[in-house]
């Protein structure tokens, strides 16, 4: 069990070893893969995270689970966790039971209670899903929806959509 941390120290700055520890903190500099309580990553990154909390703030993590999980000012490709926070950055997909987005983008949200607040979002999935603001999203498929949107697709566009590529398709695939 590794219980250092992880510093600016060019000596100490990347690695590849699996880092275990109480609390990590890492500052311009990476490591593969990481389990902590508590993970902090400043300007640098991580390719697996798992953590009670992880905090973000212009860095990047490919894969996270947590239960707390932020992000300001960074990125991340999948975040999994109770409580997922994207504040003017970047995601791939953020499944959680509550996810708020505010002035970023992401192409999968997914979550209990989702808020969307000045962002970019390709696709939408949730129980309850609050739009503030100005924000684009792509598909939106909610139970209740509370603000104003206009979703490029909703679920009756997405399933007409996906039946009519499904007959040009499969013509095409005659061919």
């Known amino acids: 069990m590794d219980d ?3 510093t600016d120290d060019p000596a100490e700055a990347v690695t590849t070893e699996l880092t275990r520890a109480d609390r990590i903190e890492i500052t311009q500099g990476g490591i593969q893969d990481a389990h902590a309580r508590s993970i902090s ?4 990154g991580i390719t697996t995270a798992t953590a009670d909390a992880i905090d973000i703030q212009q860095g990047g993590i490919v894969r996270a689970t947590a239960t707390d999980i932020a992000v300001t000012n960074g990125g991340i490709v999948l975040a999994q966790g109770d409580t997922v926070s994207l504040d003017r950055g970047f995601a791939v997909g953020t499944l959680g039971g509550e996810t708020r987005v505010v002035q970023s983008a992401a192409n999968i949200v997914g979550g209990r209670d989702t808020i969307i607040d000045q962002s970019l979002v390709m696709s939408v999935l949730a129980e309850k899903a609050t739009i503030r603001q100005p924000s684009v999203i792509g598909v939106l498929i909610a139970n209740r ?3 104003t949107v206009r979703p490029i697709l909703d679920w009756r566009g ?3 959509f996906g039946a009519a590529f499904a007959v040009v398709a499969r013509i095409l695939r005659r061919r």
């Open 4 to 6: 250092r941390n992880v």
């Open 41 to 44: 990553l400043s300007e640098g």
């Open 145 to 147: 929806i509370e603000g």
């Open 158 to 160: 997405a399933l007409a």
